[in-house]
């Protein structure tokens, strides 16, 4: 379900239904305790109420913001494995400009293809949450075979033909990393204790009583708001591939790998495998 808002529904739609919605039903709640039981606004139990609202407070906040850290930093740490992943592809694009000429446009070819096969084929089922080693795995195989036809001669050739297998033993491991973060998700019990805790503070905010109506709907707005702008947040970075905050597949587009999605480039030459690869799935 989330997965579906994240990729079908704006993500300023998605605020305004969980943050508006989640106080639109606190304010409701709270005005429909106060009828049911008139003299919490007379603040009996506030004092209980009070306590019971800073112990699970300060347990929850310390529950979300460790959810909301941990989703940013594994963000952050997809972003690294794209970009060190298209930096590797890159750098096996610069390590061939040494080789000879049928043997430098072998190799390109097969960084086209590659390249197009991750941003047209993969990253589509890594967004939907299906990540598959088998979408780019021709591919993959394809740079293999092109630097293993490739006999280097002279040390010079030797140099740079030794960086690009590196680097491409790095990039294969980069690939692996990054389907692996997509096919990650926050865990089903950390899932209880975010959302289902927020079902467990709010409600608490109706006992607190208050004589100003206005102000009562004041303060239980103002922690569904906080409590909604925060998971919001847990839902937009729970899928690193998904909704407005995506990582983007910008890196395999720009620099040395630019010439390979040019009109006039390597591309054309290279595409039509990725829609036969595309095609046998």
């Known amino acids: 379900m989330i997965l579906w808002l994240l990729n079908h529904v704006s993500i ?46 300060a347990i929850y906040g310390i529950i979300l913001a460790f959810v909301v850290v941990t989703l940013w930093t594994q963000r952050e740490n997809t972003q690294n494995i794209v970009a060190a992943e298209a930096g590797d592809l890159a750098a096996v694009v610069r390590s061939a400009d040494a080789f000879p000429a049928a043997d430098r446009a072998r190799v390109h070819a097969a960084v086209g293809a590659y390249s197009h096969a991750v941003v047209e084929v993969q990253w589509p089922l890594m967004r939907e949450g299906r990540p598959s080693y088998e979408a780019t795995g021709a591919q993959t195989h394809g740079l293999y075979r092109a630097l293993l036809a490739y006999e280097p001669q002279g040390p010079r050739a030797e140099t740079f033909y030794a960086e690009a297998v590196t680097r491409l033993n790095d990039l294969n491991s980069q690939r692996r990393a990054r389907i692996t973060m ?100």
């Open 182 to 281: 997509a096919e990650t998700s926050l865990p089903v019990l950390l899932q209880v204790l975010v959302y289902g805790g927020a079902f467990v503070i709010v409600p608490l905010t109706f006992c607190f009583g208050l004589r100003s109506l206005k102000m009562q709907l004041l303060f239980v707005s103002a922690v569904a708001g906080l409590i909604g702008f925060s998971l919001l947040l847990v839902v937009a970075l729970d899928r690193p591939f998904a909704g407005d905050l995506s990582v983007s597949p910008r890196p395999y587009k720009e620099a040395v790998l630019a010439r390979f999605w040019a009109p006039d480039g390597d591309a054309p030459a290279v595409q039509p495998q990725v829609r036969e690869q595309s095609t046998s799935r």
């Open 12 to 57: 300023f739609f998605i605020a305004v239904l969980l943050v508006g919605g989640l106080t639109g039903l606190a304010a409701a709640g709270s005005v429909a305790a106060r009828r049911r039981f008139p003299h919490l606004a007379q603040g009996e139990h506030n004092e209980m109420v009070g306590v019971a609202l800073g112990m699970f407070g």
